[in-house]
């Protein structure tokens, strides 16, 4: 027995040590590609560590060197001495990517490097120009300026927009601090996990994350997860012994930012913040790469496609350009024309806005979004995998039931409970109640008598928290009771016993003997017991008493109640003197043949929300596989951090599940999970229709190059100018969407298949672009020729001039009323042109942003008020227009020009068909669900 | 001591790769596949899209069946058909607006721009006197532009005006205009007719000057506008004389108003012919001719041809 263990123990140190040379090595490689000297710095910072000596010193020693009482702890201004020397027990963040880098990775990101191509284009033509002495040579630095003035501006933008989340969520992770156990003052209290002290006494269970570096003084089964430390999943047990002289291996130290995952202990605060070991070995603590979430995907996805759209009709106009003879010059104008108008320069800034807004919007509803792009995943889940305690029930444990005497009998689970009815009169409920009162661990807070009992706050879990406020309504004062009955042994509850065991000293001085006293699983324990207490005695446990148990158990289990077996043994004072010194590692004591006592039962009453909410989830489909799962214990956490969205309890939750998950429920409700369902789809649609707002304009932008090109017409709409539709019009409005409330059909939908739904898909493309953007495209072109023909150019006449109109030697072009024009009059002409086209796009993007706003439902069913920011959209779009028209309209170098009123009016007749089109759109689907209609033009 | 640890490691490591390595294999072969699932290799995309250009066991091309394409290609003939219908249907709704003869707006064309012949590409009019190839293209520019000035061309088709007053013609808008003779006689010195090299085979060139078209424009209010040229820039005595035909270098206003070339047929722009009869040699010297008379504007910065003209001279021997 003693061999096998020592072998696997010693398997296990070279294990970790093992894992320990991987991780130095992986640091070394990593200090090698940063700089030499930091691996000296390395080494230093390990001797150091292993200075360490508490591991060797016994319990008085450590007392005496940190000043400390183990029964007592610090008091409360010691500590707050210490604290004010050594500074809060938290981590120094790690060294983040320098903010430069960040800035840098913003200002060639995505479109941006598509952007830096065209102004690299509009530069060269600037240089090849001017060394041809061509007048207009300057239009294109101009315009190279301001395409990188618009990188630079969105990439401060998205920086600025990527900072404040960051901010955002690190303020988020701020409101779950870890909290510890400490006693201090002769108290047990629960402080932020920061303002431990070395030489607090912190006590430990299972599932807490250990708040400090930690010299173990007392433990009871207890394993630790080094896992954050070392790398090595395996739990590792601790005890109080010196086992080994490297601190780093010894069992009696449990470092910080371990997890503690079964048992109890109790020890010495030794090192705090960064003079822990994983404070020193900094570069550990910092996070590992994240996946991609779905949106990221996606919006990846979108780059792509409208890059490829981009770069492809670019090329190919390129050398339709170049076989008609065009100069190569003039190609590459038109080629840096195409790249601007494909490219939605202020798409990503508002997705990162709506993003952001959605995150706020889930935190007023509790629920805490530690990664941003996890909302949209909550929207595509269609599995939640949820454990029923605390999130679908109140996590409120009360006791219903009591079996005992062979009787049932019902105990009151009102809220106010202050006494309870049934008949305590038997034996068997005095030495019942005993163990309720003893075998627990839970205890109240102090300083809350004063409040009614079940609205103290107690430390411990939800069970022993029960059976505790219960048998404090039926006995009175249980501290004193317990004090009266010394402990002296204690197993405390572990999942592979699934009993908790403590022994007793009796209050009764006559009695010399001890009282063992268990709970547990009622099936565990009767296997321990031979005999039972009826009616105050013990009687044999023969088939047919067994027979009655099973009956009562099957009936307590079967109304969903958590059933609890209660035994008891007095150990004979023979064998188990006073002065025994009971060993809870080698079971010195009996733990079979005990009497068995009573079953107690406790119900969760369920959330009032709960109903309403299953139903919910049922008919958004969620079933078939993204899978949330939500949890809060220790053992939760790997299930957390495999799932696609992992969601932790913000009250019941351990810090190990906190810490793995991507969400936290501030509130524990199941219903908050619905709520983020419906938000996650929520940012996803209004998403769509976001992006299928931005692109539809984009068509309108890109054909006037087309045509320009093969049709050689005037130039009908500047670059500038598109930039000024992109960056100024357009941005509110797009935002606006995301504002947008959802459709009905929202939660009736299924859940959205990763590979076949899309965020930009072939539909919304194709509808956006070839429909919508093809009318704008008309729309914009009859203001467009409308403006020439009233000023003397008819349509026919404009076809084909392109070589003529813009030779600025030629100052007597003859119009089609035989009027001749200068060069500049013909250019202020244009620009007249390049206003009427973006006014136009404007006024039908104003119908473009009222349909967005719904895919499926009519307007008039979403309501046309109920956003109100769609409202403030459309009027700083025509406000900005507004202001570009009239107010800059004399700045010649932004090509604006005053505009005659009338021509605002132009484009309203296509405006008021797009929203009729799509009103017979949306009604044809809702009228022909599944048909051919449906599959081409639902997005 | 971390190289101590590292030492110790060692010792112990030897033991247990072989360990490790019968631990790890299986795995790695279970891997395997997963990784080869997860990034693609350009077979299986040019697979995949052979696949999707041509799908042969559900017979569809670009992902649409036989069926699927011809009702999505009806439906966007349909659609760009109704498209187009409405877009001609449109202008064709606009155009009945305006009015053949005269546009709606006219705010854009005027104050009248300036245009100088001979025009060759350019507004730098250079030449040797003694090399006859060098200014034959501007002579031919001249003779080919005042063909239409003939007198006997004008006669034909034009009428007599009353100099002095603007030539207002009533009726109705469709009513075809007359419009008054300028006979290149009239240009004396610069017509072509007793030099016919335009003054350009003794270094002394003349330049014809005219004012844009503009429909119902009144140059000058009542006033005939004028020409005059100086040097734009530099040494002003490199200009040192200048004769105008017809007149004193005017635009009379009976040429005026101009209604369009629907019903204004055989109009014929007056003219001002410049003659620089002593211009530095051997010097680029750079002239700007501008008019003068009331609504005329000729200092637009933006606008170089606007009420003036700048042209260079070089004249070499």
Same mark, same amino acid.
């Given at each position: ?11 296990e ?17 990593k ?13 230093e ?6 200075d360490l000596d ?12 940190y000043?400390?009482?183990?029964d007592k ?18 981590l120094?963040?790690p ?17 941006s @490097? ?72 002769a ?10 002290v ?10 807490d994350?250990i ?10 089964g207890c394993?630790?997860?080094?896992s ?7 739990p590792?047990?601790?005890?109080c ?37 994983i404070?020193?070995i ?14 990221? @995907?996606?919006?990846e ?11 492809s009709?670019?090329?190919?106009f ?59 995943t909550l ?6 995998c949820s ?5 679908l ?9 009591? +079996? ?10 009102s ?6 009815p049934f ?16 075998c ?15 609205k ?9 928290t ?8 039926i006995l ?5 009771i ?7 042994a ?7 016993n ?40 013990e ?15 099957m ?10 077996g209660?035994c ?8 188990f003197?006073?002065?025994?010194q ?5 079971m010195?004591?009996?733990? /079979?043949?005990?009497c ?17 909410a ?24 790997p299930a957390?951090k ?8 913000g ?49 309108a ?10 049709? /050689?017409?005037?130039m009908?709409i ?30 009736n ?21 070839l ?13 467009y ?19 003529n +109109? ?22 202020y002409?244009? +620009? ?7 006014v ?13 706003k719904t ?17 403030v959209g ?15 309209g ?5 090509n604006?020009?005053?505009?005659r ?29 599944? /048909?051919?209609?449906d599959k081409?033009?639902?997005? | 001591m ?14 247990e ?9 299986p ?13 693609k290799?350009?077979?299986?995309l ?12 559900e ?23 109704c ?66 000035y ?9 009428i007599?005006c009353?100099?002095?007053?603007y ?25 072509g ?21 503009i ?15 100086k040097v734009q820039?530099g040494n ?6 200048v ?75």
């Amino acid at each position: 027995m003693l061999k096998r263990r020592s072998d696997v123990y010693s398997v296990e140190i070279y294990g970790t040590k093992d894992l320990q040379k991987t991780e130095i090595e992986d640091e070394e490689e990593k200090h090698k590609d940063q700089k030499g000297n930091k691996k000296k710095k390395k080494a230093e910072d390990l001797k150091k560590e292993l200075d360490l000596d508490d591991h060797r010193l016994s319990t008085s020693e450590l007392e005496m060197k940190y000043g400390t009482s183990i029964d007592k702890g610090l008091s409360s201004a010691r500590a707050a001495e210490i604290l004010a020397r050594d500074g809060p027990n938290a981590l120094t963040p790690p060294k983040a990517t320098p903010e430069i880098v960040k800035f840098l990775k913003q200002m060639i990101g995505g479109f941006s @490097i598509l952007l830096w191509i065209g102004a690299g284009f509009s530069w060269i033509s600037f240089g090849i120009q001017l060394a041809q002495g061509v007048d207009s040579a300057f239009d294109n630095l101009y315009l190279g300026v301001v395409l990188a003035l618009v990188v630079i501006l969105t990439g401060i933008f998205a920086y600025y927009q990527e900072a404040k989340s960051t901010n955002i969520m690190a303020s988020f992770s701020k409101m779950i601090p870890q909290q510890a156990l400490v006693l201090r003052d002769a108290e047990k209290k629960e402080l932020p996990a920061d303002q431990l002290v070395v030489g607090d006494i912190v006590e430990i269970k299972g599932g807490d994350r250990i708040p400090a570096d930690i010299r173990l003084i007392f433990t009871q089964g207890c394993k630790v997860d080094n896992s954050s430390l070392t790398g090595e999943s395996e739990p590792q047990s601790r005890s109080c012994d010196f086992t080994h002289e490297n601190p780093l291996e010894t069992r009696n130290i449990a470092f910080y930012s371990t997890t503690c995952v079964e048992g109890t202990a109790t020890g010495i605060v030794i090192n705090t913040g960064d003079r822990t070991i994983i404070g020193r070995i900094a570069s550990l603590a910092s996070g590992v790469g994240n996946e991609k979430t779905p949106i990221a @995907i996606e919006i990846e996805h979108f780059v792509y496609l409208v890059a490829g759209v981009a770069i492809s009709i670019g090329v190919l106009f390129f050398i339709i350009s170049v076989s008609m003879r065009y100069k190569i010059l003039d190609s590459i104008i038109f080629l840096i024309g195409i790249i601007v108008a494909n490219v939605p320069e202020g798409l990503l800034a508002t997705v990162t806005v709506s993003l952001s807004l959605t995150a706020k919007r889930m935190a007023k509803k509790n629920c805490l979004v530690k990664n941003l792009e996890a909302v949209e995943t909550l929207g595509s889940t269609s599995i939640i995998c949820s454990d029923k305690t605390g999130t679908l029930t109140q996590n409120r444990m009360t006791v219903a039931h009591l +079996w005992f005497d062979n009787q049932i009998y019902s105990a009151d689970t009102s809220e106010d409970q202050t006494t309870q009815p049934f008949d305590q009169s038997s034996p068997t409920w005095t030495a019942l109640s005993k163990i309720v009162t003893l075998c627990n661990r839970a205890e109240f807070r102090p300083g809350q008598e004063n409040l009614p009992i079940m609205k103290r706050v107690v430390v411990g879990d939800a069970s022993e928290t029960a059976l505790l406020k219960f048998s404090e309504v039926i006995l009175g004062d249980v501290m004193s009771i317990r004090a009266q009955n010394t402990k002296v042994a204690e197993i405390p509850f572990n999942s592979t016993n699934k009993f908790q065991l403590s022994i007793h000293e009796t209050d009764d001085p006559q009695d010399k003997r001890f009282l063992l006293v268990m709970k547990g699983a009622p099936e565990r324990i009767l296997e321990r017991c031979s005999t039972i207490m009826i009616n105050g005695k013990e009687e044999p446990l023969d088939s047919e008493k067994a027979e009655a148990f099973q009956t009562a158990y099957m009936e307590l289990g079967g109304m969903g109640e958590r059933v609890l077996g209660f035994c008891h043994l007095y150990l004979p004072e023979n064998e188990f003197p006073e002065t025994f010194q009971f060993d809870t590692d080698s079971m010195n004591f009996p733990t /079979s043949n005990l009497c068995f006592v009573g079953l107690l039962s406790m119900i969760d009453p369920p959330r009032s929300t709960v109903p309403d909410a299953v139903s919910k989830c049922r008919s958004a489909g969620i079933k078939g596989a993204v899978v949330a799962v939500t949890g809060d214990g220790v053992n939760d956490s790997p299930a957390l951090k495999k799932a696609d969205i992992g969601i932790a309890m913000g009250i019941a939750g351990s810090d190990a599940a906190k810490n793995a998950a991507d969400m936290v429920l501030l509130d524990d409700n199941f219903a908050s999970i619905v709520t983020g369902v419906e938000e996650g789809r929520l940012i996803f649609d209004n998403l769509k229709k976001t992006i299928a707002y931005t692109l539809t304009k984009n068509i309108a932008e890109l054909c006037p190059f087309l045509i320009y090109i093969i049709a /050689s017409i005037p130039m009908p709409i500047g670059t500038i100018t598109i930039l000024f539709i992109d960056l100024g019009t357009d941005i509110i409005p797009s935002v606006a969407l995301a504002y947008e409330k959802a459709e009905s059909d929202i939660m009736n939908r299924r859940p959205r298949n990763k590979r076949r739904d899309r965020l930009v898909n072939q539909q919304l493309a194709v509808y956006s672009y070839l429909q919508i953007g093809i009318m704008q495209s008309v729309g914009a072109f009859v203001t467009y020729f409308t403006v020439y023909a009233e000023q003397g150019f008819l349509p026919s006449t404009l076809l084909g001039v392109r070589v003529n +109109w813009e030779n600025n030697a030629i100052n007597d072009f003859e119009d089609s009323y035989g009027q001749q024009w200068t060069h500049y009059q013909r250019m202020y002409l244009q +620009w007249t042109g390049y206003t009427a086209f973006f006014v136009s796009i404007t006024i039908q993007q104003v119908a473009d942003l009222i349909i967005r706003k719904t895919r499926r439902n009519s307007i008039f069913r979403q309501g046309l008020f109920r956003n109100k920011v769609i409202w403030v959209g459309i009027f700083s779009q025509i406000g900005i227009a507004l202001i570009l028209t009239y107010g800059l309209g004399h700045v010649t170098a932004l090509n604006f020009t005053p505009l005659r009123f009338q021509y605002w009016f132009v484009a309203v007749p296509f405006a008021i068909l797009i929203w009729v089109y799509d009103e017979i759109r949306k009604l044809l689907i809702r009228r022909h669900p599944g /048909s051919w209609w449906d599959k081409n033009m639902y997005y | 001591m971390e190289a101590a640890i590292i030492c110790n490691l060692r010792v112990h490591g030897q033991g247990e790769n072989k360990h490790e390595e019968k631990v790890q294999d299986p795995d790695r072969e279970k891997h395997e596949p997963k990784a080869d699932m997860g990034s693609k290799t350009w077979a299986d995309l040019a697979g995949e899209m052979k696949i999707f250009l041509w799908n042969p066991e559900e017979r569809t091309c670009l992902g649409r069946t036989a069926k699927s394409w011809g009702l999505i290609l009806l439906f966007y003939f349909i659609f760009y058909t109704c498209l187009a219908g409405m877009f001609a249907f449109c202008l064709y709704v606009m155009l009945l607006t305006l009015s053949p003869y005269t546009p709606r707006y006219r705010d854009r064309v005027s104050p009248p721009g300036v245009m100088i012949r001979p025009y060759l590409n350019g507004f730098t009019i250079a030449f040797n006197v003694s090399q006859p190839n060098t200014w034959q293209p501007y002579v031919d520019s001249m003779h080919h532009f005042l063909a239409a000035y003939d007198d006997k061309v004008q006669e034909e088709k034009n009428i007599e005006c009353v100099p002095g007053q603007y030539f207002i013609q009533g009726g109705s808008d469709s009513e075809e205009k007359k419009a008054c003779q300028f006979k290149r006689s009239l240009l004396q010195n610069c017509s072509g007719i007793q030099d016919p090299t335009f003054g350009y085979s003794r270094g002394q060139p003349c330049i014809l000057l005219k004012m844009n078209r503009i429909i119902g424009y009144r140059p000058g209010a009542g006033v005939p506008v004028s020409v005059e040229c100086k040097v734009q820039k530099g040494n002003e005595s490199h200009l040192r004389s200048v004769d105008f035909y017809p007149g004193n270098g005017t635009f009379d206003l009976m040429y005026y108003p101009y209604y369009g070339k629907f019903t204004h047929v055989n109009y014929t722009s007056p003219l001002v012919a410049m003659h620089f009869t002593d211009v530095q040699r051997n010097h680029l010297v750079p002239i700007q001719c501008s008019l003068h008379g009331k609504g005329i504007i000729n200092d637009l910065n933006s606008d170089r041809f606007l009420g003036r003209i700048i042209f260079t001279l070089s004249i070499g021997k």
